[in-house]
């Protein structure tokens, strides 16, 4: 039996990977950041999946990258307009879960307990 991937759904797992979903959370402050800036708010991210991810949200439209022309070379991240779009989402979700995190949290309780 073959699997077809709908191109929606390797969108979705490009933007709510662990790593993606983090970037994009960081990068909605509007700002524009530095490599070494997101790897120390990622702290756990190594530097290849950091590297990856970043890539695969540029190559998907939400992450613009810019070389600035100084020596030492500096590139700096933000996000595209799609990538807004996905952020608002992604923060407001976030924001959701945090609003909500007792209430998960008795639930997941009353369920252990049953």
């Given at each position: ?52 991810t ?48 007792v209430?998960?949290?008795d ?8």
């Amino acid at each position: 039996m073959q699997v077809i991937m709908c191109p929606e759904r390797a969108i979705m797992e490009h933007v709510t990977s662990r790593w993606g979903v983090l970037v994009l959370q960081a990068l909605s402050d509007g700002e524009a950041w530095r490599f070494s800036a997101l790897k120390r708010e990622l702290a756990l991210a190594s530097e290849k999946m950091l590297t990856q991810t970043l890539r695969t949200l540029e190559r998907d439209g939400f992450v613009h990258r810019e070389v600035l022309p100084v020596i030492p070379p500096h590139v700096e991240y933000t996000l595209t307009p799609l990538g807004k779009g996905a952020a608002s989402h992604l923060v407001a979700l976030a924001e959701w879960i945090a609003a909500h995190q007792v209430e998960v949290a008795d639930a997941q309780l009353t369920y252990d307990e049953s």
